[in-house]
């Protein structure tokens, strides 16, 4: 009877020996960590092309929708305009400060974009006021987007 009662001591002490190194194992795995990810922008280009003149618009827009962009003004026989563009994403329209340069001097002046598809930005047009030194519409809710000026989307070039 001793030798019953000690070999099943052996087991019980062997047992719960082996389930503790068990936990310390399983406790020591180290976590992963994984850090949040950076903010991400979706750069696309687009070009307008009325008679002979050529704009170029460089969009980023971001996961918080805010948009940054370039946008050049090729005119035939005429000075060029080149400028960035700075503002938000609301719905499917954008609204953004164009602070360019253009003979010489530098100025600031609203826009706005409609995205009418994956592939198109209309721009819209009003009438427009002088504000602190910078060109606003006067009436936001009587900007047109009538086809006058369409972006379609190009390949961006390098």
């Known amino acids: 009877m001793k030798k019953a009662y000690l070999f099943s001591t052996i087991i ?4 719960s020996t082996a389930c503790k190194n068990n936990q310390k194992e399983a406790m020591s795995v180290p976590q992963l960590q994984v850090e949040a990810p950076l903010e991400t922008t ?4 687009y070009q307008a092309v009325i008679e002979k003149d050529t704009i170029t618009l460089t969009v980023d827009v971001n996961k918080v929708n805010q ?5 050049d003004y ?12 700075l503002g938000n ?5 954008i609204f953004a400060d164009y602070t360019f340069q253009s003979e010489g001097k530098t100025a600031v002046r ?14 819209g047009y009003g009438e427009i006021i002088e504000t602190n030194g910078k060109m606003t519409f006067k009436d936001k809710s009587k900007i047109k ?4 000026v ?9």
């Open 150 to 158: 369409v972006y379609n989307k190009i390949d961006c070039k390098e």
């Open 74 to 85: 090729s005119y035939y026989q005429k000075d060029k305009s080149f400028g960035t563009l």
């Open 12 to 15: 019980i002490v062997a047992l």
């Open 110 to 123: 609203e826009l706005v974009f409609l995205k009418k598809d994956a592939n198109t930005y209309l721009e």
């Open 89 to 93: 994403v609301a719905g499917d329209t």
């Open 67 to 71: 948009f940054e962009g370039e946008l």
């Open 42 to 45: 979706a750069k696309e280009c």
């Open 145 to 148: 987007f009538d086809g006058n």
